[in-house]
């Protein structure tokens, strides 16, 4: 097979922060101590860190620049203003409002429009927007298209199905149903973008229902790139274009800055309403601080003026996109399936079949985590039985997770085509040795998402029964 070749990265390196392989037997101990949950292992410990692309990037020598900018005044700062401007260019609204991460604006959001009761709609709600969703009473529904799962490489799999979503509202009538959201990209089924197309579709739908329709778009520049690849009619348009078109089919946003903002903390809200921004900026004095700072300094609001330009960047999209996609082709050619099209932030690594002399039960996903830190000191993370299966806490239901999968993240600028390869070895290590990866059991667990903090046991003899 011949090597995929992914061109050298559009950045040079100024500042280096040192990273260490500590030797084998360190990691077996290491791993034993930490129960085999791969985040009670310290970040010291490993050597290539892909838990999550979130709040990881690296700033670039302008972001750094930015930084000693930061106009620390309580009201009114001058960062704070920088920060207004740029959104508004980018995302097209009047009222802007900092927070201090994604789910403080969801929040802020839910806690101000949603009705008990009501419906909010989502292509796929992410965690924390269910979570917060739930918390303030509402029903969280997903309208994932039907090829959002099927092992076809179609390039929009993070659509919403439009069909679902006018049925929903006949059914149920607009009064029940608060708000329509589309994440963008959509996290929860790999990263998938959403295409123009859809989302002008689902705007019509809301504008004709009277229904506000909001973006969760942490990944929107990533989402615009892929609009421009493989959407007709966009392959000659900038990404400040085709986010403009994207954003102008909205009513508001809710951003997670720590991905495309390509900062290490930061989120707001952006929108048109001027009554709606007087209801959350009250609220927000309470519990995130005053409306020009919004629970971050003005360093932070600096740094993500300059990081929300810069990820608009074509070079470095196509770098960022394409390194993802080469990191598939890495795993695969070391012999592990994964799933495609590969999105923009992650690669999914099917553990089920892979290590398929595992039982779901016995949670193939954390094994294969397990032997990525043993074998190389890497950080990966299950999505699986072990996140999303057990019991469910408030109703008691047995809960199941579609696909063992292990997910690696890959954060923004920070590592090189060379890690990416480094893995691959390691996979490679793993795959000649799958038979001999074993199961593992609970040992503990707590009643509210688990997989952080439960302690497991490796099963030595294949295909015990036990309790998941
Ligand atoms: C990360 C993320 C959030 C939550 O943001 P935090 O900054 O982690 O609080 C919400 N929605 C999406 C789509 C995300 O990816």
Redesign the pocket.
């Known amino acids: 097979m011949t090597k995929p070749r992914q061109p050298a990265e559009p950045f040079r390196i100024k500042s280096v922060e040192p990273i260490q392989l500590l030797d084998r037997a360190t990691r077996e101990k290491k791993i034993v101590e930490a129960h085999y949950n791969i985040f009670r292992i310290d970040a010291a410990d490993i050597y290539i860190d892909l838990l999550t692309d ?2 990881t990037s690296a700033m670039s020598n302008r972001q750094w620049a930015a930084l000693m900018m930061g106009d620390e005044s309580y009201a009114g700062a001058k960062s704070f203003r920088n920060f207004e401007k740029v959104v508004r260019d980018i995302f097209r609204k009047e009222y802007v409002i900092p927070c201090h ?4 604006g ?1 929040n802020l959001i839910f806690s101000t429009i949603l009705k008990p009761g009501q419906y909010v709609l989502n292509n796929t709600h ?1 965690d ?2 269910r979570g917060n969703t739930q918390h303030k009473g509402g029903i969280a529904v997903d309208l994932p298209c039907a090829e959002s799962d099927a092992p076809v490489p179609l390039p929009f799999k993070g659509d919403m199905d439009t069909e679902k979503l006018e049925h929903f509202i006949d059914e149920h009538g607009t009064d029940e149903i608060a708000m329509v959201i589309m ?1 963008i990209t959509n ?1 929860s089924v790999g990263g998938q973008p959403v295409s123009m197309k859809n989302i002008k579709a689902v705007s019509s739908i809301c504008k004709k229902h009277g229904l506000p329709f909001f973006f ?1 778009c ?2 929107f520049a990533e989402n615009c790139y892929f609009i421009r690849r493989d959407e007709p009619g966009y392959e000659n348009k900038s990404i400040r274009k085709i986010a403009a078109e994207m954003f102008d089919a909205c009513d508001g946003v809710m951003m ?1 800055a ?2 495309d903002g390509l900062a290490n903390i930061g ?1 707001f809200i952006a929108l048109n309403d001027g009554e709606l921004y007087q209801k959350l900026t009250d609220l927000m004095i309470l519990i995130e601080g005053f409306p020009t700072y919004g629970g971050l300094a003005g360093r932070d609001l600096e740094v993500l003026a300059v990081g929300l330009q810069e990820v608009m960047d074509l070079e470095y999209l196509k770098n960022r996109v394409g390194q993802i996609k080469y990191f598939g082709e890495v795993l695969k050619q070391a012999g592990m399936p994964i799933v495609e099209p590969t999105g923009g932030h992650a690669v999914f690594v099917d553990a089920g079949q892979f290590l398929s002399h595992i039982p779901t039960k016995q949670f193939p996903g954390q094994s294969l985590a397990v032997a990525f830190y043993v074998e190389g000191g890497i950080r990966a993370v299950e999505i699986g039985s072990l996140m999303f299966g057990g019991t469910d806490p408030v109703t008691g239901e047995k809960l199941s997770a579609p696909r063992e999968l292990v997910r690696l993240a890959v954060p923004r600028r920070v590592y090189t085509n060379s890690h990416l390869d480094y893995i691959g070895d390691v996979a490679k290590i793993i795959t000649g040795r799958r038979e001999a990866l074993k199961g593992y059991k609970i040992t503990y667990q707590s009643r509210f998402l688990r997989h952080f903090t439960c302690k497991l046991e490796s099963i030595s003899t294949r295909n015990v029964e036990v309790g998941s």
């Open positions: 979130s709040g991460q994604g789910r403080s969801e992410f924390t927007t994440t996290n969760d942490a990944r997670s720590k991905k989120g």
